[in-house]
């Protein structure tokens, strides 16, 4: 049996800056992204799990936001989140910061991250 690994990771002004799970039992999302802005359109019009969604920006990159249906692990990820603290709230952190509170570079920090982050838009897709 062969295997072969791929690797994604977001480009820099790719990223989730907030996801609240909603009173409704969906989420809204605010988020940043680039890339062919029509391909991306056409994906989030087609969705049966998304509701609304709202682009701005143009070349380059653009900001997002969307309410869309989470699936089972999500919803129940950012329940428990949300009732732990009221709402999702995350520092604001640099990668020299985590870099140097764990002892290792901050490059290291950023590839750490990028994986967590790809597993987390993982839940948000399947």
Request: proline share 2%; with cysteine.
């Amino acid at each position: 049996m062969r295997y072969v690994t791929v690797r994604m990771a977001p480009a820099d002004g790719e990223a989730i800056h907030r996801v609240e799970l909603l009173a409704d039992g969906t989420c809204a999302m605010l988020g940043e992204a680039r890339g062919n802005q029509d391909r991306f359109e056409a994906i989030m019009a087609d969705s049966e799990w998304v509701h609304d969604f709202t682009l701005t920006g143009g070349e380059g990159g653009w900001y997002l936001y969307s309410n869309f249906e989470p699936t089972a692990l999500s919803e129940s990820i950012l329940a428990a989140q949300q009732d732990a603290a009221g709402l999702i709230e995350m520092p604001i952190v640099s990668h020299a910061d985590v870099a140097e509170r764990v002892d290792c570079s901050a490059s290291t920090v950023g590839e750490h991250r990028r994986k967590i982050e790809a597993r987390v838009f993982a839940q948000f897709t399947d």
